[in-house]
């Protein structure tokens, strides 16, 4: 960790091109929003508290993504330009840093290695900035850097201001500096608004630098699509397409087989160990953590959720927010909402619905039930279109069965209920009342068969 670095990331605009409500900052890519990218990427080059983000627009959702990082904020409530936005972290970054790092929360794709790169080329000379720069075959949009015969940045021109000559220059303006920081703060004042929109833009500080008699060099970044800021959903496509690429291929060579890669979505989060096999257009998404040797099929979702080793999820099957142990069976077309823990070798078959119920170790319910809110103990078989009544329009309440278990097919569990161990249920029952250890419990209404009544009714 390098204590002597603070690091701002601009986060503050509205981003009208995205036509959203949204802020811009807050859209997702590969399982995270753009700027949870990016802190993520300045937690690696120095710690979290000398990380201060700068926050406007929807300043409050923001924050609320971003507070479990541990980093600090500084709001722009006027959105008067990126020099200006700088300005406003002063006061809330950490004292004593020698330098200071500017990011944007709307460029994703930078890596740490890259900034790594720039924050030792800052540190090992005597520049008071570091520019990281690229070349574009079409430049149209971006500002020019303009360099002395040294290769020192003289200034950064910007596309409407810029003369035909410096239009044909293909070295562009990433906006992405490490400064010296005692130079940073003198100078910053220095910037003015002498442009079309009247704006304070960091961009100036080159030119007010060089015209102080200091220098400011570029680091030319030969990979131009890291510096690919997002304005766009169209852009915010193609860098979710290359986050989704880079896991798989992380995955792919850690031993996991997905089928059909390219079909699949895959969050950045995400855990998957050796020997797994993820079936085409399945989705794992979220913090999920599935161990090893463990299937999930095709078309199948899982969210939040940690599966053991050896899971099989089978085709067409959701799991959110849920535990699954080791061996278990879930699928295909099954639904775990939300909070279930399913047992080690527990058995969910198709059509079957778990929400917030604790499933024990070898118990089954293969066929179209709903155990809700309930607590299924080990090894007890659930008959299909077996339900718990959980909610009595008010209140959801609680369904407990014990262990060794049999209940029947099409029974209707009216909870608050108890069913104790080694018992059984017949099928076709109502269950309204407790069921004590070892018993045998009917509720339905007795047959009655009229032999002869089709023919009469015939007749009739």
Sequence with gaps: MKTNLNVVILAAGLGTRMKSKRAKVLHQAGGLTLVEHVVNTARELTPAERITVVVGHQSEQVQQVLAPQGVRFAVQHEQKGTGHAVLMARDVLPPEADLVLILYGDTPLLSAKTLQALIELQKAGSNAATLITTKLDDPTGYGRVLLDGNDHVQAIVEQKAATPEQLEIQLVNSGIYCFRANLLWKYIGQIGTNNPAQEYYLTDMAEILARAGHTVAAMEVADCSELLGINTRLELAEVDRIFRARKVRELLLAGVTIEKPETVTIDAQVQIGADSIIGPFAQILGHSVLGEDCRVGACSIVSDSRLADRVEVGAFTIIGASQVGEGAHIGPFARLRIDNVVGAGAHIGNFVELKKTK???????????????????????????????????VTKHKTVIGANSFIGSNSTLVAPIEIAADTYIGAGSVITDPVPPGALAIGRGRQVTKEGWVAKRKKK
């Design 359 to 393: 499933f024990a170790k070898g118990a089954k319910a293969n066929h179209l039930a709903y155990p809700g809110d309930s607590e299924i103990g080990e090894k007890t078989n659930v008959g299909a279109g077996t339900i718990t009544c959980n909610y009595d329009g």
